[in-house]
């Protein structure tokens, strides 16, 4: 008889990860003054609520499911499963671990995987060559990239993991929202079948029903924004990021969101910044860098530059209708699915991220923008420069690129990025 820790250890890393959450919130809790870092507490503790649910999931013998983090993990509330986010995972771990996951990237190097592929899946698939994660399915749509299409295939073939392909068109147009629609109900139906589960649409129903709770909440923080000096802190991007992907149809987001809006409210009514002055408004139009949070923390307080926002946190989409007829729940499942960050602008032609930057811009008065050009995705290598541009043309402000791997800190050290920033702002003030 297979017993509790053994069925645990198909999710090893989240083992690990949970351990580095209790570690960094007791730090948090024990060495931060009150409301320091209101994100980074807030966020922790949900977090190491969501990491734990699942151990205890996993410890009950339900399947782990892997899932692209473009296929929403509250998709996946129709089943009994443990989800693990494949990119989100990487990408937590390589923040909060001393040394990151260098040795899974280099263990996949070794494996014969090439080095310029994305590292948001290049850590998971290490870690399943080590046999850390044990999966019993991976659901992924076909996109937004080509690393997922050649990175994914790896787990079908090397790791024999059966694996579900809902494809997704990359026009946005009504045709093809009704398209991605059947697939991903078809996707669900054929990963039952894998895992020996029929889907429950009405538990799928009630989860999104919890996640369309927290949408007005998000808006109304990013109105905020709009706010001179911003009233939120720059960890918050990096911590929202967090809870859309792993705490999306959960409770705990919607509580997330409500704490942070109180916080936000709160600075804005003192006009308080975080990092006591603003003097540079920025915009990351693109990723985070993170395998150095940290960052968030330097630009607020020396640099006095606040983030507006990253990729993540200036995407939304329209609630989930539910109460009508299950095509239309699909439908709008769908368009979420195909609008979500990095899908959005990575799967269709690049004209309407440059409009949303300029009107984000005029909108948000920023000073700047910085973009993460990473090294994964060579789709948007090339929109750099049309985005510089039309910023000059249309607002007169300019774009700092900085060519990195935003998992992998031996691509571009923390130290040359902080000089490149440092000089880019001494060019502002
Ligand atoms: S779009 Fe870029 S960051 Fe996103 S999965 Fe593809 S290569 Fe990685």
Known sequence: MVNRTELENKVIPYKILLETLQNTYDLVDSILLDNTIPSLKIGLKYLIQNIEANIEKAGDGLPVVGHHFAFQSEYLDCFDVVPICIEGTSYILSALLPDGVEKYYDLMRNWGHPFHTCSSQKGVMGMTLDDLFRFDAIICPTAPCDNTMASYPYFKYQADVPMVLPDMPFIHKEKSFKYYAKQIKKGLEDLGKIIGQKPDWDELKKHLEIDNKSINTQLEIFELKKAIPCPVENFYNAMSA?????????????????????????????KKHHGGEEKIRCIFPYMLIFFDLGLCEWLDRELGMSILFDIFNYNFTKPIRTTDSLDTMFYDMARKGMEFPMMKQSTDFYYNFIDDCVNMAKEFKSDCFIFTMHIGCKQFGSVVQVLREALRDETGIPVLMLDLDVGDKRMTSMKVLRDKISLFAQTLL
Not at 243 to 269: C, H, P, Q, W
């Open 242 to 270: 967090a809870v859309t992907i792993f705490m999306a149809g959960k409770e705990e987001k919607v509580k997330y969101y409500d704490e942070m809006l109180e916080s936000a409210k709160n600075n804005y009514r003192k």
